[in-house]
Nanobody, 123 residues
Framework: VQLQASGGGLVQAGGSLRLSCVAS????????MGWFRQASGKERESVAA????????YYSESVKGRFTISRDNTRNTVYLQMNSLKLEDTAVYYC?????????????????WGQGTQVTVSS
């Protein structure tokens, strides 16, 4: 599956952004989806994940209660709603897809990645 992320930008601390990731192909609904981020000079880390049918979601502790992941299988799209943004949320955000079930926040299981979209939070 090919992935195209969008929606990043510059936002003030406390603001909101919604990221979108559109997948190509007819098999999107088979994939668990995840959002990851990579800040400058740091390793890529998990942010949120959602199962293939949207029944379960998972969040890293750093974003729990502020970010919401969702998906629309009819539009081949996964979303990341980001509220109450903090300076430390500044990073390039990537969407990713995996077929293997379980370990939804484990980067190693994701085998398809989008190109990334920059999110910059200013004070």
């Amino acid at each position: 599956v090919q992935l195209q992320a969008s929606g990043g930008g510059l936002v003030q601390a406390g603001g909101s952004l919604r990221l979108s990731c559109v997948a190509s192909g007819r098999t999107f609904s088979r994939y668990d989806m995840g959002w990851f981020r990579q800040a400058s000079g740091k390793e890529r880390e998990s942010v949120a994940a959602i199962t293939w049918n949207g029944a379960s979601t998972y969040y890293s502790e750093s974003v729990k209660g502020r970010f919401t992941i969702s998906r629309d299988n009819t539009r081949n799209t996964v979303y990341l709603q980001m509220n109450s943004l903090k300076l430390e949320d500044t990073a390039v955000y990537y969407c990713a897809a995996k077929i293997v079930r379980g370990s939804h926040l484990s980067r190693a299981l994701y085998d398809s990645w989008g190109q990334g979209t920059q999110v910059t939070v200013s004070s």
